[in-house]
C-alpha cells in the first residue's frame, strides 16, 4: 500500500509522482489505484488494511462485483477479502483537505 493510494501486489510502489495510469513501465506491476492520488502521510492520516473471511462481507463483495460487471465470468465467489483504509490522509498540494 502508499501513500499514492495504490496497492501492489508485488513489488513496493516508491514512485512518489501523481501521473497518467497506466504508466508504459507497468507492465511488469501487478497493482491497483483505487484512490489515486498525492498525499502526505506526514502531514497526518494513516494506512491500514486488513483481510477477512467473514461471511457477510465476502457476500457484500460478491455482490458489488456482480453489480459493477468488474468480472467477464459467472460464478465468481471470494474466499477472501482485503480492506484497505487510507483515513484521514492529506492531499499533499492541500493541506486543508483530507480523504
Known amino acids: 500500500m502508499s501513500a499514492n493510494g495504490l496497492i501492489s501486489f508485488r513489488d513496493g510502489f516508491t514512485d512518489f509522482r501523481v501521473s497518467e495510469f497506466p504508466r508504459e513501465s507497468s507492465d511488469d ?27 457477510a462481507t ?30 484521514d490522509a492529506v492531499l499533499l498540494r492541500s493541506l486543508e483537505e483530507s480523504v
Do not use: M
Open 29 to 55: 506491476l501487478l497493482l491497483i489505484a483505487p484512490l489515486w492520488a498525492d498525499f502526505d502521510l506526514r502531514q497526518g492520516g494513516s494506512i491500514s488494511y486488513r483481510v477477512t473471511r467473514d461471511g
Open 58 to 87: 465476502l457476500a457484500k463483495a460478491k455482490e458489488l462485483i456482480a453489480e459493477r460487471n468488474l468480472l467477464s465470468f459467472s460464478g465468481f465467489s471470494p474466499s477472501f477479502c482485503t480492506i484497505v483504509t487510507w483515513e
